[in-house]
């Protein structure tokens, strides 16, 4: 029975069909989505553990393959990211109760002169889907905000995105200050315009040139 609200919830995910009014993808229209699936399940004994581990993060490991492949694009991966936060909506109870374990806390923002957000949105989403606890800072965020995340949750990895190359130099001054506050502090980057010379350049612990790359990243650092 498991095995069934799973692999539904699975395929819900993984094509971008968030709930029963979603019109997308065409070929699930008129079907219950992420949405009402996962309460199903929950309804029907599923655990959140095997939600989270056996149809959320197995979906989203799918798309960001398929993604890293340019067999899908920015679009179907966003439909992806909302139909994994439908499910997620309904876990997130069990993960404040400590019924299910959070793999650790992920603090993510935009670089402060930066006002770009879809790529930084979207490999939250993502992340949060792999198990991790996110602390989304926004855009334009200051040194001094990054630095009063880390101060409040020391043991968190730290992500930090930009999409211009103007900005993209304001990553520096965050990283030796957030290092400086909480030494022994991870901290990666991501955006178009970086490569991983620039990360190693200004302190970065990694790079990440897609989401599925940086989960992959975030995981090895964490381990």
Not at 160 to 180: D, F, G, H, Q, R
Request: proline share 5%; charged share 20%; glycine share 10%.
């Amino acid at each position: 029975m498991s095995s069934d609200f799973l692999e539904k919830l699975s395929e819900c995910v993984e094509f971008g069909k968030i709930n029963l009014a979603s019109p997308y993808p065409p070929q699930m229209k008129g079907l219950p989505g992420a949405d009402e699936i996962t309460r199903e399940a929950l309804q029907a004994g599923v655990t959140p553990t095997e939600i989270l581990n056996d149809a959320l993060i197995v979906a989203m490991n799918k798309v960001g393959q398929k993604f890293s492949e340019n067999k899908i694009f920015v679009p179907q991966m966003l439909l992806s990211a909302k139909a994994m936060s439908a499910s997620m909506v309904h876990l997130k109870p069990y993960f404040a109760s400590g019924a299910v374990q959070r793999r650790g806390i992920f603090i993510i923002g935009t670089v402060f002169g930066d006002l770009h957000d879809i790529g930084k949105n979207l490999f939250a989403m993502m992340v949060e889907g792999a198990g991790w606890e996110v602390i989304d800072l926004g855009i334009d965020v200051k040194t001094e905000k990054f630095v009063e995340a880390v101060e409040r949750y020391p043991n968190a990895v730290v992500g930090i995105s930009a999409l211009l190359t103007t900005t993209m130099v304001n990553m520096k001054p965050v990283i030796e200050a957030v290092k400086s506050a909480v030494p022994g502090t991870k901290i990666i980057v991501g955006g178009a315009p970086l490569s991983a010379e620039f990360a190693v350049s200004i302190g970065a612990d990694g790079y990440g040139k897609n989401p599925q790359e940086g989960i992959m990243l975030l995981d090895k650092i964490s381990d």
